[in-house]
């Protein structure tokens, strides 16, 4: 048995059907890109890209990608990427105690705040789907096998949960603060994903929606689109020159 309080588990997978009928094939334009549309669905108004937060163990302290960019003398931008924005890999070690940010989660402040937000853009807040990675290894999520709905878009699993749109700061176990890949309300008002992979998570909605989080002093995010290159590639602003 699960240890949740807000999260129930979906009787099927229809309500996740749309979501594998308008995502883009991974790297499927055949031009050695990956875009944003393999990771957030495609039809919203807006879209909005939030970068999770860095740490600074000497300082005991997040770091956003900005204060990042401003210390290592690079320049902030809407597809930045975390390797060529914090200048990763330079052979002087320029920072000290810098701790790149999780891939595939958000912190739960930044979970709790995005959640509260997203819950007044929708007309149905107290229903909501949650997509869980299937390839976590938790303790208690492989007992989902069997229990919940299943799914699958392109090449990964997804267990299937429902509850209410705070039910998104919930645990998937209880050793763990991983969160939901993929949630959206049962009116499909907004979207959020945060690939398994990635840095930074998408969130697709209103106009009214983004504009909401872009406003929020709390997030660093940017304006994105479906068409936003997500691969490492994706930087050009930042990109290194050639010294030859």
Not at 103 to 122: F, I
Request: contains cysteine; glycine residues 8%; negative net charge.
């Amino acid at each position: 048995m699960t240890e949740w309080k807000r999260l129930k588990l979906a009787d099927d997978a229809e309500a996740a059907r749309w979501l594998a009928e308008v995502l883009e094939k991974p790297w499927g334009r055949g031009d050695r890109a990956n875009y944003a549309a393999s990771v957030i669905p495609r039809g919203y108004e807006a879209y909005a890209r939030l970068f999770h937060p860095a740490w600074l163990a000497g300082e005991e302290r997040e770091l956003t990608w900005a204060e990042t960019a401003a210390l290592a003398g690079t320049r902030p931008h809407a597809r930045m990427q975390w390797h060529a924005v914090s200048r990763a890999g330079d052979a002087d070690g320029w920072m000290r105690g810098l701790v790149p940010p999780e891939p595939g989660r958000m912190p739960a402040w930044m979970l709790e705040a995005l959640a509260a937000l997203l819950e007044r853009h929708t007309r149905t807040p107290e229903s909501c789907y949650f997509a869980v990675w299937d390839g976590w290894g938790l303790p208690g999520l492989m007992t989902l096998r069997g229990r919940t709905a299943h799914f699958r878009l392109n090449d990964r699993g997804y267990y299937l949960l429902k509850g209410e749109v705070s039910a998104a700061t919930e645990r998937i176990s209880p050793l763990s603060p991983q969160h939901a890949s993929l949630w959206w309300p049962e009116d499909r008002a907004w979207c959020v994903a945060t690939d398994v992979e990635m840095m930074w998570t998408y969130v697709g909605g209103t106009e009214a929606c983004v504009a909401e989080i872009l406003a929020d002093g709390r997030l660093e995010a940017w304006r994105a689109s479906p068409d936003d290159r997500a691969d490492a590639g994706g930087d050009e602003v930042n990109a290194p020159r050639c010294s030859c």
